[in-house]
């Protein structure tokens, strides 16, 4: 066979092969559908951990019997976990709304129809931002602060974050986001691509998940729990790397359990993410509402971290959309391209608000906070629940011991019948579902009155 035969019969098998390929893909796919229809008839979760790493343990013994390369058959096969998840997902339509937007939803409703709701779930401070910042705010129109500015924020802005984060920060490694969620999403859609892995611990704030789903990337989650006082084990956060593991993340203060990690479980997992390769990244948005001692990813040697912060919390301006990242200068720049792709940058009136807010001062702020968690502890601890007290962050979150609310829904749509919105724990993981998380984000008086409510219904059942 002459070199030329020969290379058309290898183009007829490589065509008849991937014809193959797709054919067992349908097949795959049709199966799913049937699985999703009996978990739906089953009413279980579409997710299951453990069928999953079940595969991946086969997969993985397939790939090394027939020498193919780890991570690119852990890509493939994660593409077709996730393919899997979005049809069944079809089938239950439970993706559609997560069980927090609904109860916020519903809240509203029943707001326009005219009942009063106590709003014990939402995380948006109550107070105003810093003086400086409205005054800002009304010179910028003369000032003529309303045009495009830098990607990556304006210098002065991107200086003085450099200056007040410290450990040698300068200013080209700071990007400045619409917030600080924008910000996790530059991060993971820039250094992580589809069939890729992340880990992401337990309770969460959805919005790791939410991001990972959006291009593809496989969520492998770590489960902390109440007795554990919410510490992750790091041994089993090891066990879940892999060939296609590409970062961990960390939420300290976290959203929802208020829990800052020890420093000796810190350190492991940053010599862990070092020893593997991972990038790190650390959303440190409440660390201004730290109550005990709080060690940021910063204070490491880790050329693959990331760090996230916002205004948001720190001087409510949850409405202003201001946050950044600090990272090494080369990951600044990815994450800066998806930044210039999508919205070329942060609004300039906006910029300044937040360079006016650097200069002001939030103690009050955070004794406010602190002072409404222990109204809240006080108050839940004479109710049926256990909790930790929270080390940082604006929550707390209990788990709920009655024998009439087995689960977090139905205790959740008892409280909104009776006028108070709570977010669900299993909003936070579906391994919760006995918990809830209260928001300290409302005066004293609304959230007694609503914790009077919770008192009513907890001890009566
Ligand atoms: N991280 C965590 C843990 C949060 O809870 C939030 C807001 N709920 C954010 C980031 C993002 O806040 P923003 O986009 O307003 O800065």
Not at 197 to 218: M, T
Not at 340 to 357: D, F, G, K, W
């Amino acid at each position: 066979m002459s070199n030329s035969e020969e290379l058309s019969d290898l183009r007829n098998q490589i065509k008849e092969v991937t014809n193959e390929i797709i054919r067992l893909v349908h097949n795959r796919m049709e199966i799913a559908k049937r699985i999703g229809n009996v978990k739906q008839e089953l009413s279980i979760d579409v997710e299951d951990e453990q069928v999953e790493n079940d595969i991946k343990e086969s997969i993985i013994k397939l790939a090394k019997e027939l020498g193919m390369d780890l991570e690119f058959s852990g890509k493939l096969l994660n593409i077709l976990l996730l393919e899997s998840v979005k049809v069944q997902n079809r089938k239950s339509d439970s993706h559609k709304i997560s069980p927090h937007m609904a109860v916020f939803m519903k809240a509203k409703e029943m707001e326009k129809l005219g009942q009063n709701i106590f709003h014990l779930e939402v995380g948006e401070p109550d107070y105003a931002p810093p003086l400086s910042v409205r005054n800002e705010l009304l010179k910028i129109y003369d000032d003529k602060k309303y045009h495009y500015t830098e990607i990556s924020g304006i210098p002065r802005l991107r200086n003085a974050i450099a200056e007040r984060t410290g450990y040698g920060t300068n200013s080209e490694q700071v990007l400045v986001t619409p917030g600080g969620r924008f910000a996790v999403f530059c991060a993971i859609t820039s250094l992580l691509k589809p069939g890729d892995e992340l880990i992401n611990i337990e309770p969460s704030w959805p919005a790791y998940k939410e991001c990972a789903d959006f291009i593809g990337v496989k969520i492998r989650s770590l489960k902390t729990s109440l007795e554990d006082k919410w510490i992750p084990n790091v041994s089993k956060l090891e066990n879940l790397v892999n060939a296609n593991t590409k970062m961990i993340i960390l939420n300290y203060p976290n959203n929802p359990t208020g829990k800052i990690l020890p420093k000796n479980i810190l350190d492991k997992i940053v010599s862990m993410s070092k020893d593997y390769n991972l990038f790190l990244l650390s959303d440190e948005v409440y660390s201004a509402y730290s109550f005990v001692d709080f060690t940021s990813l910063l204070e490491y040697e880790c050329s693959k971290k990331i760090t996230i912060s916002s205004f948001s919390k720190t001087f409510g301006m949850t409405g202003f959309r201001v946050g950044y990242a600090i990272s090494d200068k080369e990951i600044i720049r990815k994450m800066s391209s998806v930044q210039a792709t999508s919205i070329t940058s942060v609004a300039e009136p906006m910029q300044y608000c937040a360079l006016m807010a650097l200069e002001s001062t939030i103690h009050d702020n955070v004794d406010l906070v602190k002072s409404r968690i222990d109204l809240i502890t006080k108050r839940i601890r004479k109710m049926r629940t256990e909790f930790v007290y929270p080390d940082g962050a604006m929550y707390v979150y209990p788990k709920i011991l009655s024998d009439v609310y087995k689960s977090d829904m139905a205790l959740v749509k008892k409280l909104l019948e009776n006028g108070v919105a709570i977010a669900p724990g299993s909003g936070f993981g579906s391994f919760y579902k006995h918990f809830i998380r209260i928001s300290a984000c409302q005066p004293e008086t609304v959230l007694n009155q609503g914790l009077d409510i919770m008192e009513r219904i907890l001890t009566q059942g």
